[in-house]
């Protein structure tokens, strides 16, 4: 019934939805998680029953992407609807980096809010927290926070499980903070007499490091960047999962009577990967497939909450990654020998890093029990990129002008009412390299990056000279195009080119010509605030 109510009225938009009809909105993010990490997507050596039951209970769509090929560009897209490439600074961020999503910016929180939503971002964050790189007060209230760009609720690591500070952050302060171990971080240099997995290889008891990784040493294991103090705020990697799932937990039980909005950021299947000890042995994978696991519980009990508060047909749930798989990531834990023919790429060549396909393909799924139809695949070429607009249709209200300028309405699509491919999507690599893929063809720009990152044994699809595949026939792209089919890629060149210049992006996807506007000249309303 609802799904007639709610096409009608985007057809329509002539009555105004009420507050009861809001939906829930829990998005949740994996890091790391392959397209073909998940048995739902084909995965035979890894079991995620909680994971297929969502995809089951929805739709499950095979040519969905990541804008970026790792974790803090494609969560800057994701969360902006801008593409990460506008903006110098969303490479990989250091766990002392400002905020790089700016108070005057409109964020996906920002458009619940606009709907009077709560909103809440849990887990992994990675966009910076503070005003600026280097100068937050880790053991005091941090003067930049989610809650400045939409968010009113955080339970957050700042970075990743490799960086340091390996402490919680709930509403801008350490979690359990211990005053006689007082926090100092630092990218630069190390604390006089603090050990570091260079110096001290001994005391890296948990895991051992295979390339970097070796500064300071938190439960066992090295870390990238220097750290002094925590005491009983330093996680034990092992409950990291848990405590992710506990804070999603209290957030959806304390809000179940009133819309909200949850972007849940799971740790898992990122290094080090350090599971809960109920995992151990419980994967052929090792440590990664543990993870795998692990990440599958987590899911489950959201799940569950949301049945038992009798939440499920009013809760939309979109789960994805940020970025494709990797074995060997840096730290000793076995992945790449005990992997055997389990394929985290699914058909795809490369893999995190990468330019090539299998850095930003990623596993989508959108389940809305009552609403959307149970049990579809899609193929239908979508981006992470349109969240924001999307977002912004389903509870209608509109997105500010010169707001997420690269994100479109792709909501019919995502709810599985049509299977209409976005014009272009488009994705960036770790050297910043650009991809973008049509129809069923896709363009690698020129690049000067390596062919292959040798420490983690990834083909990154860089090359000096333009790329062309022809995705229908060659997912694997291994036959390059572009001398026989110069037109098409210089038709996907120029698309590219004219996204890059001046901010400027036409669109026909949706029949009617969009010409988004410079940021510069636009205005927009105040963001909403509490
Ligand atoms: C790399 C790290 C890698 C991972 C990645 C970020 C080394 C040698 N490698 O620099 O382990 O942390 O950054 O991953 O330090 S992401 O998924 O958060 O983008
Ligand atoms: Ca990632």
Known sequence: MKKHLLGGLLASMAVPLSAQQLPNV???????????????????????????????SGIRFTNAHACASTSTPSRYSLLTGEYCFRRKDTNIAAGNAGMIVRPEQTTVADIFKQRGYATAAIGKWHLGLGDKTGTQDWNGTLDMTPQDIGFDHHYLMAATADRVPCVFIENGRVVNYDPTAPISVSYASNFAGEPTGA?????????????????????????????????????????????????????????????FFMYLCTNDVHVPRMPHERFRGKSELGLRGEAILQFDETVGNVMKTLEENGLTENTLIILTSDNGPVLDDGYQDQAATLNGDHTPWGPFRGGKYSAFEAGTRVPFIVSWRGTVTAGETSNALISQIDLLAGSAA?????????????????????????????????????????????????????????????????ETGYLSTPQLYDLSKDPGETNNLYSSQPAEADRLAIVLAELRSAGIAKDTTYGCELVTPKRENATRPAPYRK
Request: charged letters at 20%.
């Open 26 to 56: 829990v998005v949740i993010v994996a890091d790391d998680l392959g397209y073909g990490d998940l048995s739902c997507y084909g995965a035979t050596r890894v079991s995620t029953p909680n994971v297929d039951r969502l995809a089951a």
């Open 199 to 259: 110096a001290n290889p001994e005391l890296l008891t948990k895991l051992k490091s295979s390339h970097g990784h070796n500064q300071s040493i938190v439960n066992g294991i090295g870390r990238i960047g220097y750290m002094k103090g925590g005491g009983k705020a330093l996680w034990r990697d092992e409950d990291i999962a848990d405590s992710i799932a506990a804070a999603a937990v209290r957030f959806i039980k304390s809000h179940k009577a009133h819309p």
């Open 394 to 458: 389903l509870i209608e209200t509109q997105v500010p002008l010169g707001a997420a300028m690269d994100s479109r309405n792709s909501l019919e699509t995502w709810l599985g009412h049509n299977h209409d491919d976005r014009e272009f999507v488009v994705e960036m690599a770790a050297n910043r390299t650009l991809s973008l893929q049509s129809g069923r063809w896709k363009y690698i720009e020129p690049s000067n990056g390596v062919a292959k990152i040798n420490s983690v044994n990834i």
